[in-house]
């Protein structure tokens, strides 16, 4: 049984019911960058678009968190709850959450 310590590394990959590269949509991953690193428990976000032609999604968060209990938190958290409720349902046409236990030592 390994012993080691793991993080987790949370990724949403979504499309936006804004066009791509509209003003609308730029709103919308800077103000959700700005919001959810606000939250503490949040490490290493990047607000991404995407390049690949293996998928069809427009977007992706990705952020890290020491452990569950932070992720568990970040959940939680009010700003998170709030962008959720007054952005994300309104403005995401749809989306796929991914999230990964990472051993500790591993690249970020």
């Known amino acids: 049984m390994s012993t080691s310590k793991e993080w987790i590394r949370h990724m949403v990959i979504f499309d936006l019911k804004h066009p791509q590269g509209s003003s609308e949509a730029a709103a ?5 960058e700005r919001i959810l690193t606000s939250i503490p428990y ?3 976000f990047a607000a991404s678009g995407q ?3 293996k998928n069809d999604y427009q977007y992706v ?4 968190f ?3 209990e932070d992720y568990r938190l970040y959940n939680e958290h009010s700003s998170h709850a709030s962008f959720v409720k007054e952005r994300w349902e309104s403005e995401v046409s749809r989306f796929l959450e991914i999230d ?3 051993p500790e030592g591993a690249s970020s």
Request: charged residues 40%; proline residues 0%; without cysteine.
């Open 51 to 53: 390049i690949s032609l």
């Open 42 to 44: 949040v490490r290493q």
């Open 66 to 68: 020491k452990d569950e």
């Open 28 to 32: 919308f991953l800077e103000d959700g």
């Open 100 to 102: 990964f236990r990472v």
């Open 61 to 64: 968060f990705t952020m890290d």
